[in-house]
């Protein structure tokens, strides 16, 4: 049996749809994307009133950004 993911040949199934309901769905896509990241600013704002790095943060300065140091 295939996985559920992959059609019998072992390639993504593919789904046909109206240019309409692509619109939808991008939509939907756009407006999951800002929940959640209106709920992720909820989460880090009382770290940063308090002055703190919220948890699964790193703080770089501009100059370590411009260099390129924050990647090593």
Known sequence: MAHP????NGRDPVAMSTEQEGLE???LRW????RLADREADRV?????????????EVYT???????DWLA
């Open 25 to 27: 769905t991008q939509q």
């Open 62 to 68: 501009r100059e370590q950004v411009a260099s390129g």
């Open 5 to 8: 993911r992959f059609a019998e």
């Open 45 to 57: 704002k009382p770290y940063l009133e308090a002055g703190r790095t919220p948890p699964g943060y």
């Open 31 to 34: 407006e999951r994307a800002a």
